[in-house]
């Protein structure tokens, strides 16, 4: 039986969604010892599912909010913007928000283990945006703002610890990161997707 909710949220995805950052690359990761979603017998027993298009959408919804630890209403309004969105395509606009807000920033930049773990770091107040203390999680970061992380917690073992492995982190185009003072700034509007979602489908899903 599996516990753990996210656990259980790779295993009905079908895939790992790694929503627990670096825990979920441990041999004790459920999905690699079940590569199946539940109730699915493997394929040795020749046991077939037919998705259907509702199916379909719903799963690639699901997987979407869960990446992003988005509640069905958030993630519902953030689908509702995107969609009235007349500058841009809706599916663009959609993977714009999500990119943007603070805790995906903050997981971006290598400061969080996870996005959870990111978000708890925003709330509690630990990081802050162009010199400002933010603890809003959702909060849409913008062109030129800088996130770096709270003076009085960079001295923090935790914090000591991450700043040791940013020199290898990597990040995406739209976000430089100065691995030295533990600095991000953005550069651009998150275009080009790098997560393997079809937010079509998601779009879709919510114009029934």
Not at 10 to 31: D, H, I, M, N, S
Not at 76 to 84: E, H, T
Not at 87 to 98: G, H, Q, V
Request: proline share 4%; charged share 30%.
């Amino acid at each position: 039986m599996i516990t753990d909710k996210k656990c259980g949220s790779c295993r009905r995805a079908g895939e790992k969604l790694f929503l627990k950052g670096e825990k979920c690359f441990t041999p004790k990761c459920v999905f690699v010892k079940k590569p199946y979603t539940p109730g699915k017998i493997d394929s040795e027993r020749k046991h077939r599912s037919v998705m259907t298009e509702y199916g379909t959408q719903l799963k690639e919804k699901q997987k979407v909010r869960n990446v992003y630890g988005l509640s069905e209403r958030q993630f519902g309004n953030y689908v509702k913007a995107a969609s009235l969105s007349k500058d841009t395509k809706p599916t663009d606009k959609l993977y714009e928000m999500l990119e943007r807000r603070l805790d995906n920033v903050v997981f971006r930049m290598g400061l969080g283990r996870s996005r959870t773990h990111a978000r708890q770091l925003v709330a509690h107040g630990h990081v802050l945006v162009n010199g400002r203390r933010s603890t809003s999680p959702s909060h849409q970061v913008r062109i030129g703002d800088v996130i770096s992380v709270r003076a009085g917690s960079k001295e923090r073992p935790l914090f000591v610890e991450t700043f040791k492995k940013l020199a290898d982190k990597s990040t995406p185009s739209w976000l430089t990161l100065k691995s030295d003072v533990a600095e991000g700034e953005i550069k651009a509007l998150p275009r080009e997707k790098i997560m393997p979602f079809n937010f079509t489908s998601v779009i879709e899903f919510y114009s029934r």
